[in-house]
């Protein structure tokens, strides 16, 4: 494509969190380079309680158990309206089709090896094979398609003033904080509630960190966060399930580091530069993990591949998970430890 500034771009993103996360460092870039060029995004209800406060940024929002009438109404509101570019970020059957009612000329998609659900029929670009690339680097690609080469990648999340009040409220003035998100949505790549207690009174021993356990409302989380509070000597503030996304951010904002599995919270946690330890046995932190913060990640992908799955990582295909019961155990606490250690004396120095 000519390197000329579309007027007017579309992405279709519709969730999850983390990746609803890895597009807004996409959003700074266009903003930045290309300022006149009006941006829509058609995104998931649920994810879009985190951008919504975006700047000049048009949303549009898509409930994805609303079934078929969920797609006339997206029809509805897209009628008569016409996009220089359709960035189609999502493979899923639900994305697909629902691209269908958005008219662009260029719509750019992914390369026939990460495509799925018969993705290449809706796009009429593809953005090149990149093997072992970083989700947020593909997102990347999609810029160059549209002629945008190099960029800068920066998140920049604001904070809401809800999220700043909320914050203030929990946090404590004279100790620095370490959340704890200790559910990922999926539950094999979630690590044992002793493990957390255990770092957890670390953290308050060796370093006097405020312990913060945050997370949803379901049943699973609410009773982890209460099962790591239980097990732990000393006290934490268990906010699980009491705040909302913005507070949430909020909280992120202002704390030092958080530790939590492969989730969406570790990159909302890097959207707003707070550092992450991330837990990966399950999934490949070179991939997915926390962008700003792989080295802090406890990474036990290749050593599940090999003694689930008799292959090393790089044998496999890429982006390929291990979710088998048992495989968050191949993390140990003086792994995690370890990586705690490694951040404190590394932000002290």
């Known amino acids: 494509m000519s390197s000329q500034a579309p007027a007017s771009i579309c992405i279709l993103r519709l969730s999850a969190l983390g990746d609803v996360s890895h597009v807004l460092p996409v959003i700074n870039a266009i903003q930045s380079h290309w300022p006149n060029t009006k941006i829509t995004w058609i995104i998931g209800a649920f994810e879009h309680r985190l951008v919504s406060h975006l700047e000049n940024v048009e949303f549009i929002t898509f409930n994805k158990k609303g079934g078929w009438r969920e797609y006339l109404q997206l029809r509805d509101k897209l009628r008569g309206r016409r996009f220089d570019v359709l960035f189609l970020m999502q ?33 009429n670009r593809r953005i090149p094979s990149r093997p072992q690339q970083h989700v947020v680097d593909s997102f990347f690609e999609f810029l160059k398609v549209a002629g945008l080469d190099e960029a800068e990648r920066r998140w920049n999340l604001p904070v809401t003033d809800k999220g700043k009040a909320f914050a203030a409220t929990h946090l404590a003035k004279d100790r620095r904080a370490l959340i704890i998100s200790p559910c990922s949505s999926h539950a094999l790549r979630n690590w044992h509630a002793a ?32 099962d790591i509070e239980a097990a ?21 904002a202002g ?20 550092a992450v330890i991330g837990l990966y046995a399950a999934t490949n932190p070179k991939r997915s993990g926390p962008y700003k913060s792989i080295d802090l990640c406890v990474d036990k992908f290749d050593e599940a591949c090999r003694r689930y799955l008799d292959k090393p990582a790089a044998q496999l295909k890429w982006g390929q998970k291990v979710e088998i019961a048992g495989v968050m155990d191949l993390i140990s606490v003086e792994d995690v430890i370890a990586k705690l250690d490694q951040y404190m004396q590394r932000d002290v120095g």
């Open 91 to 123: 493979v899923a059957l639900r994305a697909n089709l629902a691209s269908m009612f958005i008219k662009a000329k260029t719509r750019i998609g992914y390369d026939p090896t990460r495509a799925k659900d018969l993705h290449g029929l809706f796009v």
């Open 195 to 226: 493990g957390y207690a255990e770092v957890a009174d670390y953290a308050i021993e060796r370093y006097n960190l405020q312990i913060i356990l945050c997370g949803g409302p379901s049943e699973l989380e609410r009773s982890v966060g209460a």
């Open 232 to 252: 732990m000597q000393h006290t934490c503030a268990n906010l699980v399930g009491r705040d909302t996304v913005p507070e949430f951010v909020g909280l992120l």
């Open 255 to 274: 704390a030092a580091l958080i530790v939590t599995p492969d989730s969406g919270p570790a990159h909302i946690a890097t959207s707003v530069d707070t």
